[in-house]
């Protein structure tokens, strides 16, 4: 079956780190730009970060440049995100996402059902 | 980084033709994506580039563009057809994506 299967989210004290997995089978992964999307709740959706099918591009939304890392190992078919200095704003649901785009355009065809990361003291 | 921006709401009466508009300077060089969310949901895609669907998205949707507006057609609204719908392309320094802030569609 093809899917995604987001994993790693909890609640986290501000200025923690937590590290979101995405474990991804059923298709030939590594020909995929991937992406990390959030959803805070009650909110819309926000682009964070995409890395293309070797692992040798990365881009990062403004407002976790610095602090998150997205990486993925095509040996395990996985996607991470590691997320440092996490603060209230970073509360949401993480979606990663598959891009059908060869050139990582953002046209998420395969999603996975997220994982909740709350930030609170 | 630019912005797309969307009507918060739109409504349209079952069976009737409604126009989903996202507005921002990356469309002149890009086409948006279009996205489908129902509540506890994840999205999903309805319409991307010039005007293709994904398989087994009803053939109802549509999408057009003209200068900086990308829009959704939805022609003959199905109840299930109700949800948040968003929008998103490339910014225009294209190293960022960006969404717009969604439109709440409800079917009369």
């Known amino acids: 079956e093809v899917q995604l299967v987001e994993s790693g989210g909890g609640l986290v004290q501000p200025g923690g780190s937590l590290r979101l997995s995405c474990a991804a089978s059923?298709?030939?992964?590594?020909?995929?730009?991937m992406h990390w999307v959030r959803q805070a709740p009650g909110k819309g959706l926000v682009w964070v970060s995409r890395?293309?099918?070797?692992?040798?591009?990365?881009n990062y939304a403004d407002s976790v440049r610095g602090r998150f890392t997205i990486s993925r190992d095509n040996a395990k078919n996985t996607l991470y995100l590691q997320m440092n200095s996490l603060r209230a704003e970073d509360t949401a649901v993480y979606y990663c996402?598959?891009?059908?785009?060869?050139?990582?355009?953002?046209?998420?065809?395969?999603w996975g059902r997220g994982t909740l990361v709350t930030v609170s003291s | 980084s630019s912005e797309l921006t969307q009507d918060p709401a739109v409504s349209v009466a079952l069976g009737q033709t409604v126009r989903i508009t996202c507005q921002g300077d990356?469309?002149?060089?890009?086409?948006a994506g279009w996205f489908q969310q129902k509540p506890g949901q994840a999205p999903v895609l309805v319409i991307y580039?010039?005007?293709d669907r994904p398989s087994g998205i009803p053939d109802r949707f549509s999408g057009s563009s003209s200068g900086n507006t990308a829009s959704l057609t939805i022609t003959g609204a199905q109840a299930e057809d109700e949800a948040d719908y968003y929008c998103?392309?490339?910014?225009?320094?294209?190293?960022?994506?960006?969404f717009g802030g969604g439109t709440k569609l409800t079917v009369l």
């Open positions: 996402a598959r891009d059908l785009d060869s050139s990582g355009s953002g046209y998420f065809d395969l």
């Open positions: 990356s469309l002149r060089n890009y086409y």
């Open positions: 059923g298709f030939t992964f590594r020909r995929y730009w």
């Open positions: 580039g010039k005007n």
């Open positions: 890395i293309n099918g070797d692992g040798s591009s990365t």
């Open positions: 998103n392309s490339r910014d225009t320094s294209d190293t960022h994506l960006v």
